[in-house]
Nanobody, 127 residues
């Protein structure tokens, strides 16, 4: 079993930056590709970004490409999401998830095949 705990959410203004972290425990972290997903109020889950087991491959949703950066540190069992130029439409609960999948599979399945999920952290962007 892998436990995932997100942190770093909060209230920011449009144009600000914010960094999220997701700490993993209980498993072999480097065996899993990781993803960030989000769910805005009243909307369905949305893929945000994914990173391969080694960190060498990343994928992004078009809505965040060029603004968000996903990274991982396998020595710390942690992934990160650096979010720049935040917009009100980025407001959502952000979740990290782990899976033995490729980054392309993570993106294409929109979280439907992830093995483990965190409980989420709320990001609110005011206009």
């Amino acid at each position: 079993q892998v436990q995932l705990v997100e942190s770093g959410g909060g209230l920011v203004q449009a144009g600000d930056s914010l960094s999220l972290s997701c700490a993993a425990s209980g498993g072999t972290f480097s065996s899993y590709a990781m993803g960030w997903f989000r769910q805005a109020p009243g909307k369905g889950r949305e893929f945000v970004a994914a990173i391969s087991r080694s960190g060498g491959i990343t994928k992004y949703a078009d809505s965040v490409k060029g603004r968000f950066t996903i990274s991982r540190d396998n020595t710390k069992n942690t992934i990160y999401l650096r979010m720049n130029s935040l917009k009100p439409e980025d407001t959502a609960v952000y979740y990290c998830a782990a899976a033995r999948l490729t980054t392309a599979q993570i993106m294409d399945n929109n979280g439907g095949r992830m093995d483990y999920w965190g409980t989420g952290t709320l990001v609110t962007v005011s206009s």
